[in-house]
Each structure stands twice: as structure tokens, then as C-alpha cells.
């Protein structure tokens, strides 16, 4: 019986989203369950940090709306290093509006996410209607949703009945919803992701209400999948050493929780 502590390889099999199975396999053939919160502010940078950072990572996670030299070359050549360096890309974006508004959010403007973001992610507050607006505006692409169920915030709103109330509500989505934002499994069940910002190498806060939690507290402890790190990493002297360390003590901590089930 396979549950959220079995392997990747495995959970893949019960994860009924095709972009969700490709970052369960991403994960196990590239032996990394981390993620890079790439929050920088010019394209050059953002390329920049893709391009020494992507070996390590399974997913380069963007704020594209904080790029203030934004031109559709800059998610062209994500993609190009995605492709290099085999990582997907996810872009939280935390939509949070009526099914009509987020669809138009996600596949217009100027940034045209639903062309470049393997997955996005959205708040389940305003009902199931999102998912339905978002999902309508993938058109056949493989595109997955991750529903946000906790923040890692001071004082965040998202209470046991919240986080219950988004699980069921991706129980009804099966076919888009990938997984979560959560800083705790949600479920038994091998199919969800559970990504988890707030890590750094020890436990801390900064001066905005970020909590910070490590590794090992989110993978052994909380039974979460995939560690986002930002500021750790791209705040270090050298980004790609640290890099490196996160990716360590995530992995074994995955390993750990894999060989005691
Ligand atoms: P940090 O530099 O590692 O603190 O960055 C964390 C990133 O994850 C940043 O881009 C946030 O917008 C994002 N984030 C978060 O920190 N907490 C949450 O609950 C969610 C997203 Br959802």
C-alpha cells in the first residue's frame, strides 16, 4: 500500500496529472527535492541564477511580476535552460479571483503564464470556481495546480478547516490539482505534492513575518516533498555551494523517511 512517505518513483504512478508524474519522476532520476524561489529583480539575474543554480534544483520556482524588465525573451530562454538543465518551472502566482478573471490572468497580459509555467498556484478561498477558470485556460497543454492550504506567514488565516476544505476541494479536481503549499502533509495519499517555502538551514524568521523551518522539520517531521529555498540561497556568498547543501539535506531527509516506512 503506497502512502505520501513512499518513494517518488512510485507516487508518480498515483498522481493523476501529468505534469505532477513528470516532477515525481524529475525528482527520483535527478535525486533532488529541491526547489529555487528565484525572487530576483532583472532578467539578466534571473538567467543568471537558472543557469548556475539548475543542476541542483527540481523546480525554479518565479514572482515574474517583480522582474521590472519583463520581454517574452526572458521566459523563452527559461525555457531553453528548463530544457538544459532538466528542471520545471513553477510560477507563484497565487491567483485568488473568480473563475472568469483568473482565466484571463493566466493565459493574458503581458506575462501569458499558461505559455511558460509548468504549474501555477492559487488560493482555494474563493471556491472551486478557480480551478475551473484556470483549468480552461490550459487548452490542452500539461499544466498542473498547486492549491495554496498553509502559508509559512506570522498570523497567516488558514486554519485545520481551511486546510481541510482545500484538500477536498482538490479531491474534486483530480485531473489539475497536483499538490499543495503547505507547511504539512495534507494527506495519507501518495498522489499530492507538498511543497513547503519558509527553509532555510536553521530555523529563524526575518523582519516581515516570514517563519522559517529546516529540511529535515519539513520532510521527516511534517511529511512534506519538495523544500522551496529563496533568500538562503540566492542572499549566499556563493549561491551554487549552498545551493548544494539544501539539495544534501533535503535528499537525505527524503531517504530518511523512505527507509523507515
Ligand atoms: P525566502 O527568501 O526563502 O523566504 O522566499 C520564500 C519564497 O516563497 C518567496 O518567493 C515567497 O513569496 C514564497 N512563499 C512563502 O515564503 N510562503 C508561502 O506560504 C508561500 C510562498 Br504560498
Redesign the pocket.
Known amino acids: 500500500m503506497e502512502t505520501s512517505r513512499s518513494n517518488y518513483q512510485k507516487r508518480a504512478e498515483y498522481c493523476q496529472v501529468s505534469t505532477g508524474k513528470k516532477l515525481l519522476r524529475l525528482m527520483d532520476s535527478k535525486k533532488t527535492n529541491l526547489a529555487l ?1 528565484a ?1 530576483v529583480t532583472t532578467s539578466a539575474e534571473l538567467i543568471s541564477l537558472a543557469d548556475r543554480i539548475g543542476p541542483e534544483i527540481c523546480l525554479l ?1 518565479t ?1 515574474i511580476d517583480i522582474i521590472h524588465d519583463f520581454t517574452p525573451a526572458l521566459t523563452t530562454s527559461l525555457r531553453e535552460l528548463a530544457d538544459k538543465h532538466q528542471f520545471m518551472i513553477f510560477e ?1 502566482r ?1 491567483f485568488a479571483d473568480i473563475g472568469n478573471t483568473v482565466k484571463s490572468q493566466f493565459a493574458g497580459g503581458i506575462y501569458k503564464i499558461v505559455e511558460w509555467a509548468d504549474m501555477v ?1 492559487a488560493h482555494s478561498l474563493p471556491g472551486p470556481g478557480i480551478i475551473d477558470g484556470l483549468a480552461s485556460a490550459i487548452e490542452g497543454r500539461d499544466r498542473g495546480l498547486i492549491l ?1 492550504a498553509e ?3 506570522r498570523g497567516h488565516l488558514m486554519n485545520v478547516d481551511y486546510m481541510h476544505a482545500t484538500l477536498k476541494m482538490a479531491k474534486e479536481h483530480p485531473e489539475f490539482v497536483m499538490g499543495f ?1 503547505t507547511q504539512h502533509a495534507l494527506s495519507d495519499s501518495p498522489q499530492w505534492i507538498n511543497m513547503t ?3 532555510k538551514l536553521f530555523p529563524g524568521t ?1 523582519a516581515l513575518g ?1 517563519q522559517y523551518n529546516t529540511p529535515e522539520s519539513a520532510i521527516i517531521e511534517n511529511g512534506t516533498d519538495v523544500i ?5 540561497i540566492i542572499q549566499a556568498d556563493n549561491p551554487q555551494a549552498e545551493a548544494q547543501k539544501y539539495r544534501e539535506r533535503g535528499w537525505n531527509a527524503y531517504l530518511r523517511c523512505i527507509s523507515s516506512k
Open positions: 524561489s525572487d520556482k514572482h507563484d497565487k498556484n495554496l502559508m509559512s506567514s503549499i517555502p519558509g527553509i526575518d516570514q522551496i529555498v529563496g533568500r538562503g
